[in-house]
């Protein structure tokens, strides 16, 4: 098959869309990327994004003036001005909608016969703190739309909890039980026209509702690998995918006191936790999403040897070495053969959970990667 001649688009400028060029580039030089920031990871490093957004008719034009295939690197876009432009999007305009609210999200596994967590939904307008009373505690509530990072939630042990809640909130939420869980997984799903490319079942553990380290090969049975892998594949189908798409997993009891494996959510892109398929695989997230969109063969990523380990850097990283932001003192390197990339933003501040840059180790054993995740972090901190 011969790449198609197009141009390509990917809608913000993120360390995912950084990366992703980065990939891209190896297949064409014709990207063109639509970038709110100036001070973006992509902007700080490439030149020619165009300025602008979604919402900004002439930046929006300007971009599909170019782009005959387009990507996103985040899902909350305002689907409205991508209508007349939706047959060049990859992932579909149908899945983002999809994705970028809790509530559909939800339903959209559940009627294609895919598990979630117990949850309530709450309209715009409705009695939050009622809803979250009748639904019981503890709980989590989420904004349905626009939360990433833990942006949104607001975990509810108790009824005092819930007057932490807006009364009658103008947006839409969601009430989630709280997950009893023991291994939180991610599947990333790359499928074109031919061809469902599954990426090793990644396990990921958080702190504070956000990604610090995900690992491969994931520490949980086969046979839940399995299940997760037939349910990533199962949701790809339903949505009629092409292009990219990642499902979070709990394994873990719900309140019900059943043992199972839920889906969380759903990523129709490239995601934090695939970031260590770029040293893990013989073909990266980013690879087989460029592929899809250049119209070449995609092949199913093989897992290299080892154990693998990706750390996420955080803000308070910079911050405790007394930097501001951008650069950061790597001399601590020197003490980690194991780590083997590091990757930096270049985001000019630095904030306590802003995400600035992360790092890959390759070890004989899962324990000793995170083990060595860890210890760098901690080397980095005290750099001074
Ligand atoms: P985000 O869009 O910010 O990634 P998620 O819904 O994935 O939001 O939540 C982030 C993290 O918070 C999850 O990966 C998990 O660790 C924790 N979490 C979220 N929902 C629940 C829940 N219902 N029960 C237990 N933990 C949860
Ligand atoms: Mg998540």
Not at 72 to 89: F, G, M, Q
Not at 179 to 201: G, H, M, Q, W, Y
Not at 223 to 236: T, V
Request: aromatic share 8%.
């Amino acid at each position: 098959m011969t790449p198609l001649p197009c141009e390509v688009g990917i809608l913000g400028g993120g360390q995912l869309a950084l990366m992703l060029a980065e990939s891209l580039n190896r297949l064409t030089t014709d990207i063109v990327v639509l970038d709110a920031f100036t001070e973006s990871p992509y902007s700080v490093r490439r030149e020619g994004a165009i300025r602008g957004w979604v919402d900004e008719p002439a930046a929006l034009e300007a971009f599909f003036a170019r782009a005959r295939v387009a990507t996103y690197d985040t899902e909350n876009i305002s689907p409205e001005p991508l209508v007349p432009w939706a047959h060049r999007l990859l992932p579909s305009l149908e899945i983002l909608k999809i994705c970028q609210d809790r509530i559909q999200e939800k339903a959209f596994i559940n009627t294609s016969g895919f598990p979630t967590v117990a949850y309530r939904s709450v309209g715009p307008g409705e009695d939050l703190r009622a809803a979250a009373a009748d639904f019981g505690f503890p709980a989590i509530a989420k904004t349905a739309r626009g939360g990433y990072d833990g942006l949104g939630q607001h975990r509810l042990r108790d009824a005092s909890d819930a007057r932490w809640l807006p009364e009658r909130p103008a947006e839409a939420w969601v009430l989630e039980e709280v997950f009893a869980i023991e291994t939180e997984l991610s599947c990333i799903v790359a499928r074109d026209s031919k061809t469902t490319a599954n990426f090793p079942v990644i396990e990921n553990l958080h702190q504070n509702h956000i990604l610090d380290v995900s690992l491969i090969p994931a520490r949980i049975a086969q046979d839940i690998q399995r299940e997760a892998l037939a349910i990533a594949n199962g949701l790809a189908r339903a949505l009629a995918l092409r292009g990219l798409l990642t499902v979070e997993f709990f394994w873990g009891t719900g309140r019900d006191g059943i043992r199972k494996l839920v889906v969380n959510e759903l990523a129709p892109r490239v995601h934090n936790s695939g970031h260590l398929t770029r040293q893990a695989c013989d073909l990266s997230q980013f690879d087989a999403l460029s592929r899809i969109l250049v119209g070449a063969p995609l092949h199913a990523p093989t897992v290299l040897p080892g154990c693998w380990g990706m750390g996420q850097m955080l803000g308070e990283i910079w911050i405790a070495q007394g930097k501001s932001g951008a650069a950061l003192d790597l001399r601590a390197w020197a003490g980690f053969p194991d780590v083997v990339d590091v990757y930096l933003y270049g985001k000019r501040e630095a904030r306590p959970e802003r995400k600035m840059g992360h790092f890959v180790v390759r070890g004989n054993a899962l324990e000793v990667v995170e083990a060595q995740i860890h210890a760098f972090r901690d080397a980095l901190r005290s750099t001074r």
